[in-house]
């Protein structure tokens, strides 16, 4: 994205703003008011800190987590599958809660390859340190069979989110020197069990978003750096639907879509370090204003139990990022930010393994490939050091009685993003690549009535 002052004139060394790529009683009564309360609580708390491919979050349950989120859409193991395939519900007799939380490190520390300032300006040799950080990703899902063949759910997660943050005078400075994204998303949902093999499932989403971009404005003609500032937040609506077939006594499939949602956000720039010379030309905070479209994504799973022990899980998915080829915000006075994203629809791969090794413990390993929807180096935004990935993840279930499990799960990523953005001459040009590590820790806890 890049905001044009009006007034001034760029093509005699004037400057330009850019910014990148942003339960429950044994009652009905008592099972209804634990359920508000609990959703509740799990609003206040809900944000999304850091990413999957782009800026999109695998992380809507623990218990997944150790497999990779293999078999997503088809093992309905607890409350969450309301996020993964509403339909699983029908495997979830009485009503039952899931509520966990994983904290996520992320490492993104620059490496400079020739980096070069707008307009000949000097860029120093700091690199910005680790724009990574430790933030924690919560969600909570509650399911309740209302008859032998309907059954209502809800859940609240966060399916997109974002943190990156460098040190204000680093090299890429000019392009991004923060960029969050924080997402909360509420989905009702209803199943239905067709017969012995099929079940059908909905769910309604509602999602709040909200955005901060801040960079620095090159000091071409002014004595030193001004600093700008965006912050947006929208909200969407959308649905999701799913559906879960037993295909023989050992083989279970499932398929799900989530669609994509349209948000009209709003907000405010504001612009510090405004030098002398410029007061008063330059306002210190505008209006702003942008729309744009977040991804659907459709997941095909199979889960295949092979004896009493051993269970495989597998998992392809697709989400379409090309719905957001690129970015516009109006910033009243300040002109228009576009930034060309160029993404294209990208592909995941998992798939894990289950061994029960007792009726209490039961321990999972997967792994995945998840493709990124960022085609090349030169469109990759500093604010989002996002590559093709790879993860590996271990854990275990422990089940404390017939009621109560508890999930632990931890998985690595591996990824290795590099740089070669000129997109826009007047933020320079970045070229280098990022040591990168991702590590990533989930509990959950299940319970049901």
Excluded: C
Excluded at 38 to 54: D, P, Q
Excluded at 248 to 274: E, K, N, W
Excluded at 301 to 306: A, T
Excluded at 373 to 384: G, Y
């Amino acid at each position: 994205m890049s905001w044009s002052i009006s007034g001034w004139d760029n093509s005699r060394g004037g400057f330009m703003q850019t910014t990148d790529s942003q339960a429950q009683g044994g009652t009905r009564a008592g099972n209804l008011l634990a359920w508000r309360i609990a959703a509740s609580i799990t609003l206040g708390a809900m944000a999304g800190y850091a990413h999957a491919s782009a800026f999109q979050l695998a992380e809507q349950n623990a218990s997944g987590l150790a497999n990779s989120y293999a078999g997503s859409a088809a093992i309905a193991e607890d409350a969450s599958t309301i996020f993964s395939n509403p339909a699983g519900m029908t495997r979830l007799p009485g009503f039952n809660a899931s509520a966990g939380v994983t904290a996520i490190s992320t490492t993104f520390k620059f490496a400079d390859g020739g980096s070069s300032g707008p307009g000949g300006l000097p860029l120093g040799s700091h690199t910005g340190g680790n724009a990574g950080s430790v933030n924690a990703v919560p969600n909570a899902y509650f399911s309740w069979q209302i008859s032998p063949e309907w059954f209502i759910g809800l859940g609240a997660s966060s399916p997109f989110g974002l943190s990156t943050k460098y040190d204000q005078n680093w090299i890429g400075r000019y392009q991004s020197t923060e960029f969050s994204i924080q997402t909360i998303n509420i989905n009702p949902s209803v199943a239905y069990k067709v017969n012995d093999r099929l079940s059908i499932g909905a769910g309604l989403n509602w999602q709040q978003l909200d955005a901060t971009y801040q960079r620095k404005i090159p000091a071409v003609v002014m004595p030193a750096d001004m600093n700008a500032k965006a912050k947006l937040s929208g909200d969407a609506w959308g649905w999701n639907l799913g559906l879960l077939y037993q295909l023989t006594h050992d083989t279970r499939i499932g398929a799900s879509y989530r669609s994509a949602m349209h948000f009209s956000s709003s907000g405010t720039t504001t612009l510090g370090d405004i030098p002398g010379p410029l007061t008063g030309r330059l306002p210190s905070s505008v209006d702003n204003s942008s729309s744009f479209t977040l991804p659907d994504t459709a997941t095909l799973s199979i889960v295949h139990d092979l004896n009493s022990k051993w269970q495989l899980l597998g998992d392809v998915s697709w989400t379409g990022w090309s719905h957001l080829p690129s970015l516009d915000i109006n910033n009243g006075a300040l002109g228009q930010d576009h930034l060309t994203l160029n993404f294209r629809d990208s592909w995941r791969v998992a798939m894990g393994v289950n061994y029960q090794y007792s009726p209490g413990w039961k321990f999972k390993a997967g792994m995945s490939y998840d493709q990124s929807p960022i085609p090349s180096d030169a469109v990759r935004p500093t604010s989002l050091p996002d590559n093709d990935r790879i993860s590996g993840s271990i854990g275990a279930q422990y089940r404390f009685s017939t009621r109560t499990t508890v999930d632990v799960g931890y998985s690595h990523l591996f990824f290795h993003p590099s740089i070669n953005n000129s997109t826009d001459p007047k933020k320079g040009t970045v070229i280098g690549n990022w040591q990168t590590s991702a590590d990533l820790l989930g509990v959950q806890i299940s319970y049901r009535y």
